[in-house]
């Protein structure tokens, strides 16, 4: 019986599957289908798989290289570009061959539609049989959030090595336009900003070349050129999993004459890993499998991209553990203590947090031996014998007792020269032998790569971890890779330093997550500066900037939710204050409360009538965090357009909602034309059909349909002010 259920189960799941991705034999065609977004491939008469269309539901426009290839020429654009033959576009394979041939020649060998990891999915195989390479094009598919993962998985079935100087994710040709790239860059304390330009003839490349991503998270959105509709419009994405070296290239052929040349003005995206200054050995029977790339495609804006990739990493991306678990309020001490910490004083903050509704309370930076400032002590990972004498334990006891959990900050791939470690081990780092040894924040990067640091560090993390009730790991990260060299390497793995730290990094915390499945992960690099889905497929949130201030993180955090989910997005409330004097209390958390909310202030010396709107307003927290979390997230106005900001989010069910109104500097009445303009609050994602009554409003109760197309007056006035308005959906 049980087999039965089983077997229909089956039967049902491929059937399901069979329509999101269906296959024609002649000639050799698949086409994927999305909720929203269909995809073509199809094998050239010349053997070389090549891209049809990808874009809205419809009949595609003929496609001028489509299956009729130019004999002489060959396929010039290909789904697998490579460098070889006539090849126009930017390419995703680039190879030596043994005999020196740099030239490759990608052809069609097999396919197969079945599932991967439960998900729908395309492998095409392809073959160089000259030389005996394979490489398969891996397709995954999400149909309900129109995504799908692309990777190429590339293996060498000769019988000498083969090199690979470049192997890219993937490749995916837009169908011939004008079009807008929106991208994110920034740097310390201002990360996330996004920029708008119009993709022109050439090739931008978004990179990174020092392991730091702090000018560029791996993500870009393409618009129709022009398009600033927040409501509708096709909208193109794509994010790499990677936190390593990696790049984008958005790539635009001349838009001349479709006739004469195939592909004229199509737009080309290609990521994966930057493999400037690195090549890989690929030893006969070797397999390399490229980073995940993933990419999908949007009919409703900007947001509607945001929520389908945001919808995807909750879902499909975060690790199982917690991927439903709703993220505590934190305490962190960093802003208070700095490297300052003992027990007595992280305890009288833990006293204050409980009070306040803290969850979570974690100990950053200075706990460990010699850490008195940035100088010293990364790598000798033991409770420092001054400020613990009697290790973690009675702290965290304490913390436990107090009814809360406890957290420790780690940042293990670096070393302070000023340590145990680099004096026993000089030659764990990454260096040249004959260059400076560059440090920033007077520290060293150790080379992850090798298996005696790979082990170094497991082991001490194991007992860290194993000896404490230890339920949280800030895992950071503060300096760029320099000079990295590897000189103990055989000169054949070298350049593939970079590659294998990360591959040793993602086993690290694999490793670590496997053996404490109970230990929370946070994501950190001197605040967001390796925030991608590489890193959220091992941790569970990220903290997103240094910059605590309310008014600097309304626009960080703009740019953060068009990328990645509010339930890995952390804000605490601190006393910094970069600018211009505190802003209230209210004003604060009503910021923090975007995404996971934490306290960072000295909170034994706020006042009382701090403490109390800090307690209310995490109450208040706790009530919506399943909405803000979970939810959908509309971002209705913009603090990069106007001095008035206003996101909403839905909840799943589309039972409530919450709207968060801020000023932010109020100008003069009808003097700029944000002011203007931004008087009246249109929200998104509501039922037009039903009613919804709304926190604290005059006119408590009004349709769907009223609070999107007529709107609410614009709740605020004066300068940094903020309005939180709940709205709940009226039962019928
Ligand atoms: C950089 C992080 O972004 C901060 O939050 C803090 O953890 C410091 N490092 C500690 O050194």
Redesign the pocket.
Known sequence: MRWTILAALFLFVSAAHSQVIQEQNNPKRWTITTSHSQQIIAVASDGIPVPIYYGPIGEPPPYASELKVNPKVGSEVREVPFRGGFDHQVPAIEVVYADGTRDCNLIYDSAQIADIDGQPGLQIHLKDSEYGLEVTANYRVFPDQDITERWLTITNHGNAAITLENAQSASVELPSGEYDLTQLAGEWAHEFTPFTSRITPGVKTIQVRDFQGLNNPPWVAIRPAGERNQNSGNVYFAALHYSGNWRLDVAKTFPGDRNRFAGAGDVQIVGGINFWDTALALKPGETFTTPKMTVGFATDSMDGAANRLQQYTRKYVLPAHFRDALRPVIYNS?YATVFNVNEAQQLALAKVAKQIGVELFVM??GWFKGRTT?HAGLGDWTPDPQKFPHGLQPLIKQINDLGMDYGL?V?PEMVNPDSDLYRAHPDWVFYYPKRERHEQRNQLMLNMAREDVYQYTLGWMSKLLSENNIRFI?W?H?RALSEPGWPDAPPDQQRAVRILYMQNLYRLIDTLRAKFPDVLFED?A??GARADLGMLERTDQV?AS?NTNPDDRLFIQWGYLSMLPANTMVSWVTDEDWHRGPLSMNYRFAVSMQGVLGVGGNITKWPAEDLKTAARMISLYKEIRPIIQHGSVYRLISPFDSNRVALEYVAQDGSQAVLFCYTLEDDMAGSRQSERVHRTVYLRGLDPNAQYTLSGQPHQTLTGQSLMNVGIPWPIFGDYNSRIIRLTKVDK
């Open positions: 960093w950053d930076d940035d900050w940042e800030k950071d503060n950190c001197s605040g903290w240094d």
